[in-house]
T-cell receptor
């Protein structure tokens, strides 16, 4: 059975702090790892990582995949209150249609 | 605009009732999925379908049923056998490999509460 584990489960920081969210995976026929941000309703896509060691960046967010360690990290620098959300990690493998296995999520709370 | 429509946004169920959640997409995606999310937690897969008239159980299928009679539609029925149905339900569809993000698109969700 495929499994994705995230840590920490929750995190409280102050504006301006830098945070690192962790994701480890055991996914049969692994293809990609995806990160999402969820604020109220539908998750919003952040990154899709397929190759090990290549960092993807978008503004203050960045992520990297380590296929040897079966893990990924999501970094957020200079956090803002608008970064408060649940961050979801998901592994894609097996079928070609992109069935995703999600982790439990990390609840990030950023205080002013 | 293309997208996924879930309805209703909020649903209240009495004990012993079956309820059906609607999910419709106009993205021409082959694959569709139903996820359940409990407060402060990740998404767990209930059922998924890769093609019309075919679907597979996910990790937590007990107490749920689905149908896929049309490519555009993938309704989920929460039966009375589901003992703890209060949760947020998300429908998704995907285009599959070769597309950025697999072309994964989420609906805006249905919040189901047992009263």
């Amino acid at each position: 059975e495929d499994k994705v584990v995230q840590s920490p489960l929750s995190l409280v920081v102050h504006e301006g702090d830098t945070v690192t969210l962790n994701c480890s995976y055991e996914v049969t026929n692994f293809r990609s790892l995806l990160w999402y941000k969820q604020e109220k309703k539908a998750p919003t896509f952040l990154f899709m990582l397929t190759s090990s060691g290549i960092e993807k960046k978008s503004g203050r967010l960045s992520s990297i995949l380590d296929k040897k360690e079966l893990s990924s990290i999501l970094n957020i620098t200079a956090t803002q209150t608008g970064d408060s959300a649940i961050y979801l990690c998901a592994g894609a493998g097996g079928t070609s249609y992109g069935k995703l296995t999600f982790g439990q999520g990390t609840i990030l709370t950023v205080h002013p | 605009d293309g997208g996924i429509t879930q309805s209703p946004k909020y649903l209240f169920r009495k004990e012993g009732q079956n309820v059906t959640l609607s999910c419709e997409q106009n993205l021409n995606h082959d694959a569709m999925y139903w996820y359940r999310q409990d407060p402060g937690q990740g998404l767990r897969l209930i059922y998924y379908s890769q093609i019309v008239n075919d679907f597979q159980k996910g990790d937590i299928a007990e107490g749920y049923s689905v149908s896929r009679e049309k490519k555009e539609s993938f309704p989920l029925t929460v039966t009375s056998a589901q003992k703890n149905p209060t949760a947020f339900y998300l429908c998704a569809s995907s285009r599959g490999q070769g597309s950025p993000n697999y072309g994964y698109t989420f609906g805006s969700g249905t919040r189901l509460t047992v009263v």
